[in-house]
């Protein structure tokens, strides 16, 4: 009996050890899932500018192109001395090709963003 007493007190001591020698690994990887936890909470504030930044490079090419306008299809006779001012009236179908309209619809949330 006093030999299983023994052993289980050896046994107790050892297991005591294994667990000291644990600790400070564990404690270790605490400190680095926190890191990473902290790190992953900022992602989401990383995307959203991200985002902000693409619509305003967007806006920004726009606003760029807009002094370069070009008309096709005016019929001749509309030609003048280039200072008479040009009305156009509901005759001409204009398309326009918005980058920036498009690009926005994708995402339903784009007013936020502005």
């Not at 294994?18 to 400190?31: H, N, T, Y």
């Not at 990473?36 to 500018?49: A, F, K, R, S, W």
Request: glycine share 4%; net charge negative.
């Amino acid at each position: 009996m006093d030999f299983a007493i023994s052993s289980l007190a050896t046994d107790k001591k050892s297991i005591r050890l294994d667990i000291a020698g644990f600790q400070p690994r564990v404690s270790g990887l605490e400190q680095r899932v926190a890191t990473v936890e902290d790190h992953l909470n900022t992602t989401p504030d990383c995307d959203q500018e991200l985002w902000y930044l693409h619509i305003k490079l967007i806006d920004l090419e726009d606003r760029s192109r807009r002094d370069n306008v070009r008309f096709f299809t005016f019929p001749e006779q509309i030609e003048g001395t280039g200072n008479d001012e040009v009305c156009i009236t509901a005759d001409f179908s204009m398309e326009t090709n918005d980058r920036r309209n498009a690009f926005l619809s994708l995402r339903p949330d784009y007013a936020n963003w502005m």
